[in-house]
Structures are given as structure tokens and as C-alpha cells.
């Protein structure tokens, strides 16, 4: 008998190729069917949005640095990368949604390898998520860099860490929970009935709004 420990299975799962994706639509996965305006309450008992996950992926997630804005009671982690059009789209529908909750930014910064460089590769300096992980960088960082802004200041090194934490375990335990490549934005949180909760793609306003109040304080 084989037996496979939950580090060998991710390694193997990091290994798999994008192609294993089935062909699904990001945006049809794991949101409300019927999501309007007017979806903003949550029923005591139901179900939090999203597909259901293991208890250890919000912990580690969590490890990500990132850029948090909003002053609501509940905490929406939102994982993506820069090249992705639709994270700012999902940036300009969380304006009026910021005294609902607070949400935290984690950038992937884009890994590249120059020519006779070993390892993973490093995140450039002029890779507009570089700008995020400054020391100075805030939340009116985030707004410049949508914004298409030059940055002030970067942390290539802060950066680099963090593409090549996702790079090894954060990208492989979506993969394991999902069964699906990483899509940008991604959306995790914790529920009210206790469960870890993903969203992939970057949900409509009144899917926002359930989201929002389907989270933990």
C-alpha cells in the first residue's frame, strides 16, 4: 500500500498543468445562482457563498502580506495578480462596499528569470506589485497602482518572497481545495456557519453583498 501525506499530494498537485482545468468558466464557480441588488441579508442557518475548504487554507493564506482597506467587522482575503482585468473592476465595486468590511489585497507578483540565473526567478522592480510591498505602502498605494501610477518605491526582495510562497504552497493548496488552477481575483474567508470559504472570479455587486454579510466578524 502507497501512502501519500498531504505535503507529497500538493507537490504532485503543483506539478499538474493548467490544462487540467476542465474547461470551466472561472466566473460560474462556487458564486450564488440567483445573486441581485437586494442580496445583501444572510439567512441565519444557510450556507456562506463559495465552496467549502479545509480549515488550515485561511491560516495559511494569512501569510501573505497584503494591503487592507475598509472598516467592517468581517475580513475578505482577496489573492490576484496585476495582469488580471478584472481585479481593478472588482477594486471600483468594493468602494461603496468599505464600511462593510475589511479587505485584504494579497498580490502575486509576476516571477522572472534572467538568463543565467538558477532558482525560482525574482519579481522585477518596475512589476507594479513591487509597490505594494514597500515599507510606505498603504492603501492609497493600492488606489495609485490601479490607478496605472508609477511607483514611489518598491521592495523586490519583500516581493519576491511572497511570489515564491505561492509559487510552493499557497498556488498548490487552492489547487488541492478547488481542483482547479489558481484564477485571479480569488476570494477567501470564513463564513458564518464555520466553514473556509472560496470564491473564484470577481463577483457582481450582489454577490458582493452576500459575501460580505455571509463573513464572520
Partial sequence: MTLFTRRSFLTVAAALPAARAFGAPAEELYLPSTAADRSDLFLPGAAAPGLSASPYLLADIDQLH??????????????FEFSCPRSPELYRRIRPMLSRARYAWMPVPPLVRTPGQSGPGTVPADAPAAALFSPAASPATLDEV????????????????????????????????????????????????????????????????????????
Fill in 146 to 217: 490601479f490607478a496605472g501610477k508609477p511607483a514611489q518605491s518598491t521592495d523586490t526582495k519583500a516581493a519576491t518572497r511572497q511570489a515564491i510562497l505561492f509559487k510552493r504552497k499557497i498556488g498548490p493548496e487552492l489547487y488541492v481545495e478547488t481542483n482547479r488552477p489558481f484564477v485571479t481575483p480569488t476570494l477567501v474567508y470564513r463564513g458564518r456557519d464555520g466553514e473556509t470559504r472560496i470564491i473564484r472570479g470577481a463577483p457582481d455587486l450582489g454577490a458582493l453583498r452576500t459575501i460580505v454579510a455571509s463573513a464572520q466578524p
Fill in 66 to 79: 497584503g494591503i487592507v482597506e475598509g472598516s467592517g467587522d468581517c475580513r475578505i482575503r482577496i489573492v
